[in-house]
Nanobody, 124 residues
C-alpha cells in the first residue's frame, strides 16, 4: 500500500512558477513509476509528466520546456516544477504511483495509487 500526499498548489499569476510535491509512504517508493496528472473543470484527466523508477522522464507536449518532473528516493518524494505558467494550466493536479510485479508463478500484479489532488490556479 502507498499513501500519496500532494502539496504546493495555489494561485499564481501568468508567467509565474510553482513547485508541487508528492510525499509517498507505506511501500518501496523507488520501485514505483511516478506520474503527475491534471484535471480541469469539464475536461478529462490528462497525463502531464512521468518519471520511471529508473529516472527516465516524459512530458505532455503542452508542458514541454516549462515543467520538470524529478524524484528524490531518499525523501520518498516526487516533484513537479512548473514555470511560465499559463491560465490553461489551471487544474487539480494529482500524483500517481504505478508498479507492475511480474512472477514466474503468478499473473502480473498491478499497483496503482492516487493522491487527493492539489489545486493550481493561474490567473491575474
Amino acid at each position: 500500500q502507498v499513501q500519496l500526499v500532494e502539496s504546493g498548489g495555489g494561485l499564481v499569476q501568468p508567467g509565474g512558477s510553482l513547485r508541487l510535491s508528492c510525499a509517498a509512504s507505506g511501500s518501496i517508493f523507488s520501485m514505483y513509476d511516478m506520474n503527475w496528472y491534471r484535471q480541469a473543470p469539464g475536461k478529462q484527466r490528462e497525463l502531464v509528466a512521468a518519471i520511471t523508477s529508473g529516472g527516465s522522464t516524459n512530458y505532455a507536449d503542452s508542458v514541454k520546456g516549462r515543467f520538470t518532473i524529478s524524484r528524490d528516493n531518499g525523501q520518498n518524494t516526487v516533484y513537479l516544477q512548473m514555470n511560465s505558467l499559463k491560465p490553461e494550466d489551471t487544474a487539480v493536479y494529482y500524483c500517481n504511483a504505478v508498479r507492475t510485479v511480474y512472477s514466474v508463478y503468478d499473473p502480473p500484479k498491478a499497483y496503482d495509487y492516487w493522491g487527493q489532488g492539489t489545486q493550481v490556479t493561474v490567473s491575474s
